[in-house]
């Protein structure tokens, strides 16, 4: 009945291997967790003090300068903050703690039942039944820190794939706020202009034939529609705008009548 305790001395060593192993990546996720709270914090600091940086600037395009700044430290801050979600460092730091702790505790107990259960007993010459009775109990034991593993595993997966579809869901919506409109633009009133031309926003003018023009392949929010033409004998310029709302992957229509 040697072998009795080679087993129990294989499965200690395995359960203990299991628990170094957690401990290793603790610390790797330790630290990149730590890493990416530092950074996300000192970039969300930044974002609320460039403003005020720019705002006691009395220089204009200084102040504005620094302020953007401010915007782009904020949008990294939640980058990072991101990057810790989906790849976990923070949830599998704690993952990985709570179960290095509950293996090695399972090791110290198993270890206290074994010595008792086998107190006065001669390892090498068991009877079958006590030996049966020990087989089980490191049986058991295995089982128990294999399904500690389990749990673990399970909760990453489970976390991973949450993270993967809200990342998913998050990509869907902004690329529906960031696909552009069209503007449907008509213009009433024309007989009595000339040399018609319109332009949105500061983009180059267009001529316009008929009354109606459409503009495609427009980014969502306000924009100026702006038509300009001559009146008269005296070629009076005549200049009128309207401002009009787009929205991702719809048509917006906006009507400017000439005086």
Excluded: C
């Excluded at 603790?26 to 705002?55: C, D, H, V, W, Y």
């Excluded at 969502?220 to 992957?249: D, F, M, Q, R, W």
């Amino acid at each position: 009945m040697a072998a009795i305790q080679q087993t129990y001395e294989a499965i200690i060593s395995d359960a203990k291997a299991q628990a170094d192993w957690y401990l290793r990546n603790k610390n790797e996720n330790k630290t990149m967790s730590r890493s990416i709270r530092f950074f996300s914090i000192l970039f969300f600091g930044l974002g609320g003090l460039f403003p005020l940086i720019g705002a006691a600037t009395d220089e204009g395009d200084l102040m504005h300068g620094i302020a953007d700044w401010g915007y782009i430290s904020l949008a990294l801050a939640g980058i990072l903050i991101m990057l810790d979600k989906f790849f976990g460092f923070s949830s599998g730091w704690i993952r990985y703690i709570t179960t290095e702790m509950e293996i090695r505790k399972k090791i110290k107990e198993f270890e206290m039942v074994w010595n008792i259960d086998t107190l006065g007993l001669d390892l090498s010459n068991l009877e079958t039944e006590i030996a049966k009775v020990l087989l089980k109990g490191m049986k058991d034991f295995a089982l128990l820190i294999d399904e500690l593993v389990k749990q673990e595993t399970n909760s990453w997966a489970m976390e991973f794939q949450s993270n993967i579809s809200e990342l998913q869901k998050a990509i869907d919506s902004k690329l529906e706020t960031v696909s552009p409109g069209s503007i449907k633009t008509v213009v009433s009133n024309t007989k009595d202009y000339k040399n018609l031309k319109i332009k949105l926003d500061n983009l180059g003018s267009s001529d316009i034939i008929g009354n109606v023009f459409l503009f495609k392949g427009v980014s969502s929010g306000h924009h100026l529609i702006t038509v300009t033409g001559t009146k008269g004998e005296n070629n009076e310029k005549i200049e009128l705008a309207e401002v009009v709302v787009v929205e991702s992957n719809k048509l917006s229509a906006v009507e400017i009548t000439m005086e």
